[in-house]
């Protein structure tokens, strides 16, 4: 499990660098969400949690730069 919280707070960090608007960000985030709800089901709800984290602490970092 500890692998998916570093991986999902890595992808939310490429997201925050390849992604400049933040609805579109949150969009995709919501989207990959969902998708991966039809795969491991109520674990989909850490991702979000996880994917949010990864682009608020790299958006973060950006905008104190």
């Known amino acids: 499990m500890l692998s998916f ?3 999902f707070l890595i992808v939310g960090g ?6 400049d608007n933040v609805k ?3 969009t995709v985030i919501v ?3 969902i998708a991966w ?3 491991f089901g109520p674990w989909a ?3 979000f949690i ?4 990864g682009f608020t ?3 973060k970092l950006k905008s104190e730069s």
């Open 5 to 7: 919280f570093i991986m």
């Open 14 to 19: 490429i997201l925050a660098f390849v992604l």
């Open 24 to 26: 579109t960000a949150m």
């Open 31 to 33: 989207l990959a969400s």
């Open 37 to 39: 709800a039809f795969a």
């Open 45 to 47: 709800i850490l991702t």
């Open 50 to 53: 996880e994917l949010i984290l």
């Open 57 to 59: 602490l790299v958006n």
